[in-house]
C-alpha cells in the first residue's frame, strides 16, 4: 500500500489533473482585475505640393500609449465564475480520492491474488508430481499385470489434465505479478499472509449510510450538481450590463525632417462605458435553456450513483459474509476430504479401493484446498471493498507511514498568483 501511493503513475497522474484545476481560482478572479497595454509606433509621411514650384516634405511621427481597463461590473458574472471555481476544485479533489482509493484497493487485489495463485500453482504442481508418480507405478502394476488397461488409461488421463490446470495457474499468477507491478511499482517478493479490513461498519445499513454521505463518487456527483447551476447563473447574467473604466496615456512627437521645430503632443483620456445587451442573436438564451436542463440531468446522474453505490456496498457486504462463510465450510471439507483421501489410500494399498477411488479422493482434497484459498482471499478483498465504497480506504485513514499529499499546499500558491508562469 505503501508503495503504491508513493509510486502509482495513475495516482501521481490525478495529483498533476489536481494542482492543473487550482489554475481555474486565478483565471477567474482575473475578471476583476485591470489590464494594461502599452504600443510603440512610427510613422513616415511623405507629402508634395505642387504649385508654381514643387515642395516635397517628410514628416516623422513617434508614438507611445498607454491603456488602462478595469472591469467595474460584469453583471455578477466573475463572482459566480469564481464560486465554480473553488466548486470544480473541490470536485476534483474527490476525484483524487476515488482515484486514491481505487489504486489502493488495486493494490490490496493485487496483493491478495498473488498469495492466491502462488498457493494454487503450488498445490497444482504438487498434484501433477504426485499424478506423475501415481502413472509410473501404475504402468510397472500393468507391466506386471497387476492393473488393467483401463487403470492405466485413468491415470494417464489424469495427468494431462492436471498438467494442463497447472499451466493455467502459472499463467494466472504471471498475470496476476504483472498487474501487481502495474500497481505497486515493482514486481512482488516474499509476501507474508495478509488479513482482512478490521474497521468495518457494525451493520450493513450503517455502512450503506456512511458509503451514501461521504463516497468521493457520490460527492463528485452532488458537486456535478452545483456546477451545473452555477453555470445557470453564469450564462443568466450575460443578460445584465457591464460597466468598464478605460483610460489611455498617449505621446506622439511630429517632426518634419528638415524644420527646426517638432510638434509633441501629449493626450490623456479617461472614461466610464456602459454595456447593456439588448439582443445577441438568441444564442444566449439557448445557452440558459442547456445550463438549466444540464441540472436536470446532473441530478439524474446523482440518482442513479446514490444507486449505484448502495448496490456496490450491499455486493461487498454480503459478499464479505458470504465468504466468511465459504471458509468455514471449506475447512469442515478440506479436512474431510484429507481424511478421506488418506483412508481411501490405505485401503488401495490393500487392494479393497481402485486406482479410480484414489485418483477421485485425490481430485476432492486438491478442489477443497483450492477453494478454501480463494475463499479467504475473497474475504480480504471484500473487507477492503466495503472500506472503499464506504469512502475511507485512504492513506491518512489506514495510517500508513507516507508523505500524505497536501491539496492545500498547491492550492495556496495558486490562488493568487497572478504575475508569474513559473510552475514551481
Do not use: C
Request: aromatic fraction near 4%.
Amino acid at each position: 500500500l505503501v508503495l503504491a501511493y508513493s509510486n502509482n503513475s495513475e495516482l501521481a497522474a490525478a495529483r498533476a489533473a489536481l494542482r492543473v484545476t487550482n489554475e481555474e481560482r486565478p483565471q477567474a478572479f482575473a475578471g476583476w482585475m485591470p489590464q494594461v497595454t502599452g504600443a510603440v509606433g512610427q510613422d513616415r509621411n511623405l507629402s508634395d505640393v505642387e504649385t508654381a514650384s514643387v515642395a516635397s516634405t517628410i514628416t516623422n511621427t513617434q508614438k507611445r500609449s498607454v491603456t488602462l481597463s478595469q472591469p467595474l461590473y460584469k453583471g455578477g458574472r466573475t463572482t459566480a465564475r469564481l464560486e465554480k471555481a473553488d466548486l470544480t476544485i473541490l470536485s476534483q479533489r474527490n476525484v483524487l480520492l476515488r482515484t486514491e482509493q481505487t489504486v489502493l484497493l488495486g493494490a490490496v487485489t493485487a496483493y491478495a491474488n498473488v498469495l492466491r495463485d502462488r498457493i494454487i500453482e503450488r498445490l497444482r504442481r504438487d498434484n501433477v508430481g504426485l499424478l506423475a508418480r501415481r502413472l509410473e507405478a501404475t504402468r510397472v502394476e500393468f507391466d506386471l499385470q497387476q492393473r488393467t488397461l483401463a487403470d492405466l488409461s485413468q491415470a494417464q488421463a489424469r495427468l494431462g489434465q492436471a498438467q494442463a490446470n497447472l499451466t493455467e495457474a502459472v499463467s494466472n499468477l504471471a498475470n496476476s505479478i504483472a498487474n501487481f507491478r502495474r500497481i505497486v511499482g515493482q514486481p512482488p517478493g516474499d509476501l507474508s499472509e495478509a488479513g482482512p479490513m478490521e474497521k468495518l461498519p457494525a451493520t450493513m445499513d450503517e455502512a450503506v449510510s456512511v458509503a451514501l454521505s461521504d463516497n468521493p463518487e457520490v460527492v463528485v456527483a452532488r458537486l456535478a450538481v452545483n456546477l451545473a447551476e452555477s453555470d445557470v447563473k453564469i450564462n443568466t447574467r450575460t443578460l445584465l450590463p457591464s460597466v468598464d473604466l478605460n483610460s489611455t496615456i498617449s505621446f506622439q512627437d511630429a517632426k518634419v525632417r528638415g524644420g527646426a521645430v517638432g510638434t509633441e503632443t501629449y493626450e490623456v483620456t479617461a472614461g466610464i462605458s456602459v454595456s447593456v445587451p439588448l439582443y445577441q442573436s438568441g444564442a444566449e438564451l439557448s445557452r440558459i435553456r442547456a445550463a438549466k436542463k444540464l441540472v436536470g440531468q446532473r441530478r439524474f446522474e446523482l440518482d442513479t450513483t446514490l444507486h449505484t453505490t448502495e448496490e456496490n456496498m450491499v455486493n461487498a457486504w454480503r459478499g464479505l459474509i458470504a465468504s466468511q462463510a465459504r471458509v468455514d465450510s471449506f475447512v469442515g471439507a478440506a479436512e474431510a476430504a484429507r481424511v478421506a483421501r488418506d483412508s481411501v489410500s490405505a485401503e488401495f494399498e490393500v487392494g479393497r479401493r481402485t486406482l479410480l477411488d484414489l485418483l477421485n479422493a485425490n481430485q476432492e482434497l486438491l478442489d477443497a484446498e483450492i477453494s478454501l484459498v480463494s475463499a479467504r482471499r475473497d474475504i480480504i478483498v471484500n473487507s477492503y471493498r466495503i472500506s472503499s465504497v464506504a469512502g475511507y480506504l485512504t492513506a491518512r485513514q489506514l495510517g500508513l507511514s507516507v508523505d500524505y499529499y497536501d491539496v492545500e499546499t498547491d492550492y495556496e500558491r495558486t490562488k493568487w498568483d497572478l504575475f508569474t508562469i513559473s510552475t514551481d
